[in-house]
């Protein structure tokens, strides 16, 4: 399943972003589609993944109440609505999906995922 990531940018401490992540091809070719982001001399990390056979999503605690997840399935998009930005949230952020269904524990593991899209800057600086 192609991905395009979009919608990053810069923002001041304490602003919002949306991202969006188009989504082609059959939306049955996955389970798993989510969130990751890595920031400079980092590992990828995952931000937050939604499950589709559980109809559950995962946020990684760093972002909890501040990072929303949304999917348009009329528009085969996903959203990352991002408030309350932080310096520390500054990366490189990319979509993903995988095919097969993973256990909790592992479903924020950017190893896990198999399709990437193109990433979008986002940088969070005053």
């Known amino acids: 399943v192609p991905l395009q990531a979009s919608g990053g940018g810069l923002v001041q401490p304490g602003g919002s972003l949306r991202l969006s992540c188009a989504l082609s091809?059959?939306?049955?070719?996955?389970?798993?589609i989510g969130w990751f982001r890595q920031a400079p001399g980092k590992e990828r990390e995952g931000v937050s993944v939604?499950?589709?056979?559980?109809?559950?999503?995962t946020y990684a605690e760093s972002v909890k109440g501040r990072f929303t997840m949304s999917m348009d399935n009329t528009k085969s998009t996903m959203y990352l609505q991002m408030d309350d930005l932080r310096p520390e949230d500054t990366a490189v952020y990319y979509c993903?999906?995988?095919?097969?269904?993973?256990?909790?524990?592992?479903?924020?593991?950017?190893?896990?995922?198999?399709?990437w899209g193109q990433g979008t800057l986002v940088t969070v600086s005053s």
């Open positions: 091809g059959f939306t049955s070719d996955y389970n798993m």
């Open positions: 993903a999906t995988r095919k097969n269904r993973l256990i909790l524990s592992a479903v924020l593991s950017a190893a896990q995922y198999h399709s």
């Open positions: 939604f499950s589709r056979l559980d109809r559950r999503t």
